[in-house]
């Protein structure tokens, strides 16, 4: 099975997805990791309970660049082949983005490439959508940029908040993250279907392919 890696800052849902739907037998990747930037992030204690390897260092009072390169090494030490960010809330050094090219995904809470970066919810329902929804994308450079693997979107109703919406988006998220990841594993060595896939969604391939 792949070996993966989650990054986490917060409560770790996203993460619980992941690690749920990888005790399913046939499931194509293990989780060998959660590191976080914040040793209280709460994801980290469940992580622990279901016997998961954890490793979290505060990012305060670190350069950026030092900080990415200490979370690459304990992922790295845990030999694993795949990094799924889910809530990491950091912004990447370019180099960190570079050693995991290809390798790296993201979950967003938006349909990207609409509202990249922050407030997602509250910038769906300020412009009016009908829907809102999450995408999963691999990391590139460029903030909530790389290429979109898979999206799933989400009716916005009346009477919506921006907590209503991301509680209900963030059932979808934990059904797209696993299944996403899942796919995209257990193609990554057949370049036909990377290429068909990154060519149908008319985006860039990631340099390594
Ligand atoms: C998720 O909604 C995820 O899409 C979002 O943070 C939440 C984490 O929740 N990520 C971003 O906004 C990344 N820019 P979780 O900790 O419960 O998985």
């Not at 934990?174 to 057949?190: A, E, F």
Request: aromatic fraction near 6%; hydrophobic fraction near 45%.
């Amino acid at each position: 099975r792949a070996k993966v890696a989650i990054l986490i800052s917060g409560s770790g849902t996203n993460m619980a997805a992941l690690l749920y739907a990888a005790k399913h037998p046939e499931c194509p990747y293990e989780v060998v990791l959660v590191g976080s930037n914040d040793p209280a992030a709460a994801g980290l204690q469940l992580a622990k309970a279901e016997g998961i390897a954890t490793f979290a260092h505060p990012h305060k009072g670190m350069e950026r660049a030092a900080h990415d390169a200490v979370m690459d090494e304990a992922i790295r030490a845990a030999d694993a082949e795949y990094v799924a960010l889910a809530g990491y809330m950091r912004i990447l050094t370019p180099e960190f983005v570079a050693q995991w090219e290809g390798r790296m995904l993201n979950i967003h809470p938006s349909l990207l490439p609409k509202y990249k970066g922050l407030h997602t919810h509250e910038r769906a329902l300020a412009a009016g959508d009908s829907h809102g929804g999450a995408s999963v994308h691999l990391v590139t450079a460029e903030l909530d940029d790389g290429p979109i693997l898979g999206q799933m979107s989400v009716a916005i109703i009346p009477g919506d908040s921006a907590d209503t919406l991301a509680a209900r988006v963030k059932f979808a998220e934990h059904q797209l993250y696993p299944t996403i990841l899942s796919d995209y594993v257990s193609r990554y060595d057949n370049p036909d279907w990377l290429l068909a896939k990154v060519e149908a969604l008319a985006l860039a391939l990631p340099e390594t392919h």
